[in-house]
Each structure stands twice: as C-alpha cells, then as structure tokens.
C-alpha cells in the first residue's frame, strides 16, 4: 500500500512549483475498489478517463 503522507508531500511541492498535479489509483490498486489486473486492457481505460477528465477541466490548458 501506497504511504499517502509521501505523494502529497511530492503534489504539493510540485503544485508550489506552479505544476497542476492530477492524482489517481488504477482499478484494483491503492484505494480503489475491485482487485483485478488485466495486465493494460482496463488500465488504459483508466488512464485515458482520467485524461478525458482533465479535457474536460476549464482551468486545465491542454497546450501545456
């Protein structure tokens, strides 16, 4: 299991560094619900939404 308390240390440093962070668990890893890895099938449906989710975003500069 992932120690939160060291990825938002690393978020925040990076946000004051003017970054825009986006954090996630795959499905069936950290918190997330199910236990299931496919290995890439269902992994790369995860990472596109949550880059479809950022389009989405109007503070989100998809140039950058």
């Not at 990825?7 to 996630?24: K, M, S, T, Y």
């Not at 668990?25 to 619900?33: A, L, N, Q, T, V």
Request: aromatic letters at 10%; charged letters at 20%; glycine letters at 8%.
């Amino acid at each position: 299991m992932t120690d939160w308390t060291v990825i938002i240390e690393i978020v925040w440093i990076l946000r004051n560094a003017g970054f825009q962070v986006l954090c996630f668990d795959f499905r069936g890893h950290g918190e997330s619900d199910g236990h299931t890895i496919t290995h890439r099938l269902l992994e790369q449906q995860d990472v596109l939404g949550a880059w479809n989710h950022l389009m989405t975003r109007h503070d989100v500069d998809p140039a950058a």
